[in-house]
């Protein structure tokens, strides 16, 4: 079983920053894919932004040039730093790890930016 605890969540202000921390209880060295979704409330979950195991990432449109998805196989973890963060960016965060063609999700962390 592969346990994903999110961290970091809060409320700011527009145009401040956040930094996204998730924990893994595996080794992430061999995990092909891991992603950030959010999921605001009445939409569906959307991609947010994924890294693969040789470090090339992708974004949704949204977050292109603000956001940053980031790997340490050292530690196990996967960070999103989140800049110029705007009000459509509230919603919960999750961490998402696919491995072997199952997907694993933490809890979710709430990211609430105000006006």
């Known amino acids: 079983q592969v346990q994903l605890v999110e961290s970091g969540g809060g409320l700011v202000q527009a145009g401040r920053s956040l930094r996204l921390s998730c924990a893994v209880s595996?080794?992430?060295?061999?995990?092909?894919?891991m992603a950030w979704y959010r999921q605001a409330p009445g939409k569906q979950r959307e991609l947010v932004a994924r890294?693969?195991?040789?470090?090339?990432?992708d974004y949704a449109d949204s977050v292109k040039g603000r956001f940053t998805i980031s790997r340490d196989n050292a530690k196990n973890a996967v960070d999103l730093q989140m800049n110029s963060l705007k009000p459509d960016d509230t919603a919960l965060y999750y961490c998402?790890?696919?491995?072997?063609?199952?997907?694993?999700w933490g809890q979710g962390t709430q990211v609430t930016v105000s006006s």
């Open positions: 998402n790890a696919r491995i072997f063609g199952v997907y694993y």
């Open positions: 595996r080794t992430i060295a061999s995990i092909n894919t």
């Open positions: 890294i693969d195991i040789g470090g090339i990432t």
